[in-house]
Each structure stands twice: as C-alpha cells, then as structure tokens.
C-alpha cells in the first residue's frame, strides 16, 4: 500500500513539474498585507470635520477661540451614522482634536476640551457618542487626530510630546475598535500656544515619534490603517480636490525624501505597500460654514469623483461638515444619497455575467480565464510564467451596448499591469474604445469609463505587466445618460459655451426665451454672442427621449458695447468670466463703465469671490446714471450667502453707469468684485 501511494505521490511530481500551468503565480513583491486587503474592500467612507471652528466659521481656528461657544443644541451622531449608511459609507473618521487643539473627548491631557464648554454641561463626549452610534448602526469607526495644536503652551518642546501620545493612549484604549487613525500633515506654524501668540516650527519626521504612536495604535488595533506619519499603511493622494492619478500604483518608496511628487501616481518600483486614499469635502470648505450653502458639490461632481478616486485604484475619504445644530444638513446628505443612488444604477447590471470569455494564454484550469466573471474575489485568471501580457475577450449571443468597464488584479499577489488598451468588434469591424482617460495602471480596481459603443464582443490587450497576469475580476456595464442641468459659460472672447456632464448627451437651447426641446439648436460647438440674451439649454437623451431639467443663463451687453474708464487697472478680472479671479478696489472708490451708445439701463449683477473662504463681499453701494444716484442699496445676507447678486430698477436711459461700493462684509478697507455687468434688457 505504502508503495503504490509513493508512487502516486512521483507521478504527481512529475506532473506538476512538466506542467508549470498549475502553480500560483509567484507574488511580486511589494503585496498588500491582509489588513490591507481589507481596507481596499471598504473602498468608500465618510469624514466629519466638528468642533469649535464650527461654531465660529473658521477652517483654521487659532487655538485661543472660546470653549464656550461650542453648544450645539440637537446634536445627533446616529443622524450622521444613519445617513452615511444609506449612502453607501462603510466607516467615518471624526476630527477628535483639529489644528486649534480642542478636544472632543473628555481627555485628562488639556482644559481646552468638551469639559469646559457648554455642550451637557461639560459631560459630553463626541467621541464616545459617535463610536456608540458606529456600534450600534454597524459602521467602522477612526479617528483624527492633529499633531499640530495651536492651543497647547507647550507645543514644539518635548512636554507636548508626552501629552500628544497620551491623548493618543487615550483614545486608542477607550471607545472601541478603531479601523483608520489620521495623523495630518499640516504641522507648525503661528498659533496662540498657551498665550504666547508666535510662530513655532518642528521636524514633523522626528518630533512627534510616530514609531511609538504606531506601536500603541496597532497593539490594541491591529487592523487599523495608519493615515499620514513615518509608518504610514495608507498615504495622501497629494491633492484634496478628489482624485487620484489614472495611473496609480499602489507602492511607494518611503524611505526617499521626495515622496510627494509620486503621491498621486504611486511608483511601479516602490518598496512598500501604501495605496492611496482620496481625501475631499462635500463642500469647499471641511467644516461647516453657512456661506457654502450654495457650494455643495454637484451629482455629476460627486459621479467624477467617485469614478476618479476609487475607479483609480484608491479608496474615498468624503468629508461632510456638520453644521451648528450638530446635524449633516440635509442639502449634503440629499446629494450624497443621489450620487450614491446614481452610482449604484451606473455598476448595476453586469454585461459580461453571460459572455463568452476566452484569452490566449491560461495557467491551467484553476486559473482559467472565466474566473473574471464568477464572483469569486479569490479566483482569478492567470497568465503562464513569462507570459507578462495577455488578450481575453467577451463575446456576446447579440450585440450589448457599454460604456463602463471595471477590471480588477488580484492583488494579493502584487500590483501588475501597466499598460492595456480595449477594442470592440460589431458585425466582424474592429474598432478602438477611447477611454475618457489614459489606460495604463489597474490595481484593486479600474473603472474605465468611455462613451457608449455598441459592440458583439469585447477584447482587452494586457500589454505589459510586472509578471503573469493576476485579474480576478472584469465587469462592463452601460450607465445610463446622466442628465444634469447643462453648464451655460460666456468667456471673454464671447464665446458660449453650454455643457453637459455626460459626453454621451445632446444638448439643446435657444436664445429668445422659449423653453428648449428636441426640436431646438443642437449644441455642437462654442458659438460667438456678444449681446445681451438669455440661453436655456437641456440636456436630453436621444435614446431614452429622457431630458434634464432646463439651465437658464443671463447675459448682458459685452465689453464690445463699453469701456471701463476707472479704476484704471486690473478691471479685465470682473468680465473674464472667471468666478475666482476678484479685482478689489477700494470702499468709495468708483467702478465705472461709459457705455459706445446710451442704453436703457434696468440693473446690474455682481458676482462676489466664489473662492474658499473668500472675505471682502461688498454689502452697500451706491449707483449713479449719468451722474445721477439711481439706487442704494444693502446685500443683506451675503456675508453667508456670497451667490450672485441681481438688482433690478426702473428703466433709466444713459450712457455712463458709476458704481460705488461702501462698506464689505469685513469692515476692511475694499471690497472684492469677481464678475460685474451691466442690465439693460
Ligand atoms: C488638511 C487640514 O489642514 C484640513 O483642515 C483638513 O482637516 C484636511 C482633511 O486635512 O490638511
């Protein structure tokens, strides 16, 4: 018996050294560890930025603003839990400590905390109430931390040390699992500390012994990610707009000093497994702030970003400012639940679930190639040793239609392509997908969007790669039109511009008023307009027959029809149609246009500083006509509001308009103009 199970035992030996399609392909090292692994799964999570900047609209409190004014009333951590649940979050980080040093937790380490304000009577703990909620609702939860504190007295000496690790000890050790610990970046500067009101500056590498903040972290939380620092498991995308490279490795070399130039791209000759993590705000600004209202991000903005940061091979970190009431304002959690809605319908219905997958190379039936397609994420398509390409293709029983396609390495084994490209085949023609963006890394998960093809088969050309080919994962799918409110822009030039957020929408408008339809212009191009008009364009499926509601933009007389004759410079910025570019001139200083030709003069518009945290917002002013005051006036809420605003008069004819700002919002010296014109229709 013994002998026939030895013999059995060399022949399969022998066998699966003739036949090398059998084995697992070699990992290539860097890999992923499981931690890790299971971090990229999460894929999208949320950030609430809380504290007292809240309370007193600031970004960058100094460290010295009142413990008394943090108060909110109807505070409510399982209204955030519950929302960013249903918006598809599977985590939330909150900021236990920001920049100013206020601590939301009740901390033994500073008097600068919950404790002393207000909120239940100095018996709140955000932290706690927040991990209770996570809990309760079954959402990971993680933690914020400042390094830098512009509060604490003793910041840049070793004293502020010992009290940031024991503010760390503290919260690693009491309110539960932690999935993320988020050390920022911004580090040093001026700030109140203790009083002394100066400019402090530390080695950001050496002062604050990240190793030993590490250390305690992962004793009690082995499986939490580590966010910034020196012993980073996840880095900085390099930018806070919400997007990660289209070519992004999941690998750095953190030993090198210039590492921010490979944040956003990751590098294929990275040492060490650090993917990226895409870090941006649902409005400008991470914390709260009235005046941002009408800045939420849009659905199609939101669509982008998701499709850039975890379509990029990165996960999302998507920040939501909760306001005074302790709340996520309804406007943002209404957003975020139609973007997610909207990208749930986009990845719903696999197309490739049925196809026939072929590909030209197979490691042996284990790795066969209709593993893309069997929703195991452990099985996957390998390619034979030296086989560092391969094609597999999708055919289909009768012509899909696609735009979207999502692809996906089995990254346990490290990160491999670099470079693939698509074609289609219908009614036997070849044609090339031109992808929206360049087609080169993949990762844990590419999502390669292109307008939408109709094709019979489907073929994917793995060009070059790090080794065999791992892919455990490819979907297509055909999102359906998004049909946003067009984008109505006039530059300079006068040329307009009407755009949709989806390639594959027609759009319609016309120019005299009339609601626009199917049967209007067909927008093809930037056209030339210098007069005053009013377009009204939609954007409309031709498919569907579906269309979007209707964009309206207003138009007055271009700089064609006057000159600005003072201020003497710097006027060209209040008529580029540029929302950020601002002139500033001074309170009481005339702007005043002298128009070819007298008009019939109706009103005017004035577009503050659309910028973050833009001041200077004229409040009063005053209009005159041919030397004559016309109007005065107060724009009441635009310190919080800052939209553009339209006053409307009664028909004055006249050739020159002189417009008087007369006190900002700031009750500074000038005051900010970012797009002025001129009413006369
Ligand atoms: C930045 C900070 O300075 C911001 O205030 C914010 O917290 C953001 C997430 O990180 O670097």
Request: net charge negative; charged share 25%; glycine share 6%.
């Amino acid at each position: 018996m013994k002998k026939i199970l030895l013999f059995i035992l060399i022949i399969n030996i022998l066998s699966s050294c003739t036949n090398t399609n059998n084995h697992i392909p070699e990992a290539i090292e860097p890999t992923p560890t499981q931690q890790q692994i299971d971090w990229h799964k999460l894929e999208t999570y949320a950030f609430v930025h809380f504290g007292l900047n809240t309370y007193n609209d600031l970004e960058w409190g100094y460290g010295n603003t009142p413990v008394s004014t943090f108060n909110p009333t109807e505070l409510d951590c399982e209204q955030w839990v519950m929302t960013l649940k249903q918006c598809g979050m599977k985590g939330v980080i909150l900021t236990a400590k920001h920049h100013d040093g206020f601590c939301l937790w009740q901390t033994k380490t500073t008097d600068y905390s919950i404790a002393n304000s207000p909120y239940k009577n100095g018996k709140g703990d955000m932290v706690k109430e927040l991990s209770d909620a996570c809990k309760k609702h079954g959402l990971k939860f993680g933690l914020y931390l400042s390094p830098w504190d512009r509060n604490h007295a003793q910041y840049g000496y070793e004293d502020y040390v010992e009290t940031y690790h024991k503010q760390i000890d503290e919260l690693t050790s009491n309110y539960g699992e932690l999935f993320e610990f988020w050390f920022d970046g911004a580090n040093g500067g001026n700030g109140y500390y203790g009083g002394s009101d100066e400019s402090r500056s530390i080695n950001a590498k050496e002062y604050y012994d990240y190793e030993r903040a590490r250390d305690t972290i992962l004793k009690r939380h082995p499986n939490a990610m580590i966010f910034g620092g020196t012993c980073q498991t996840i880095r900085w995308v390099g930018n806070e707009q919400g997007w990660a490279g289209d070519s992004d490795w999941c690998m750095i070399n953190p030993e090198i000093d210039d590492n921010h130039k490979y944040l956003t791209h990751g590098s294929a000759n990275g040492t060490h497994w650090i993917p990226a993590e895409v870090d941006v705000s649902i409005r400008p600004g991470w914390f709260y702030h009235k005046r941002e209202d009408h800045q939420v991000k849009s659905i199609a903005q939101l669509a982008d970003i998701y499709y850039r940061s975890v379509g990029h091979n990165a996960n999302l970190l998507l920040n939501f400012p909760i306001n005074l009431d302790g709340k996520i304002p309804a406007l943002d959690s209404i957003r975020a639940l139609e973007w997610h809605n909207l990208i749930s319908n986009d990845l719903k219905d696999n197309i490739l679930k049925n196809a026939k997958v072929n590909a030209d190379s197979e490691r042996g039936r284990k790795f066969k190639a209709e593993n893309v397609i069997d929703d195991d994420w452990d099985t996957y398509w390998a390619t034979e040793d030296d086989y560092n390409f391969g094609t597999i293709s999708f055919t289909f029983d009768k012509p899909v239609k696609m735009n979207r396609v999502m692809l996906q390495e089995y990254v346990p084994l490290g990160q491999r392509v670099s470079d693939f490209y698509m074609e289609g085949e219908l009614n036997g023609k070849w044609f090339k997908i031109n992808a929206f963006d360049t087609l080169s890394t993949i990762g844990y998960k590419r999502i390669v969007r292109f307008g939408t093809v109709e094709l019979d088969k489907l073929i994917i050309y793995f060009e070059e790669s790090r080794g065999p080919l791992c892919i455990n994962n490819i979907e297509a799918y055909c999102a359906p039109v998004l049909l946003t409110e067009p984008t109505i822009s006039r530059d300079f030039d006068n040329y307009v511009k009407i755009e949709s957020s989806d390639k594959d929408a027609a759009v319609f408008y016309t120019l005299d008023g009339s609601e626009p339809n199917e049967n209007s212009l067909r927008y093809d191009k930037p056209f030339i307009f210098n007069e005053n008009v009013i377009v009204k364009a939609i954007s409309y499926d031709v498919e569907s027959k579906n269309k979007s509601s209707v964009a309206i933009k207003e138009f007055d007389l271009s700089h064609d029809f006057f000159n600005i004759i003072e201020p003497k410079e710097g006027t060209r910025k209040i008529i580029d149609a540029n929302i950020y570019s601002t002139m500033y001139i001074d309170n009481n200083e005339p702007l005043t246009f002298e128009f070819n030709e007298e008009q019939k003069i109706c009103g005017f518009r004035y577009l503050p500083n659309q910028s973050r945290d833009a001041s200077r917002h004229i409040v009063d002013y005053e209009l005159y006509i041919d030397g004559k005051l016309i109007k005065n006036g107060t724009f009441g809420n635009i310190k919080n509001n800052p939209i553009e605003q339209i006053v409307r008069f009664e028909v004055v004819k006249g050739k020159t308009v002189k417009f008087v700002p007369t006190k900002n919002t700031d009750g500074s010296r000038n005051c900010g103009i970012a797009e002025y014109s001129i009413i006369t229709k």
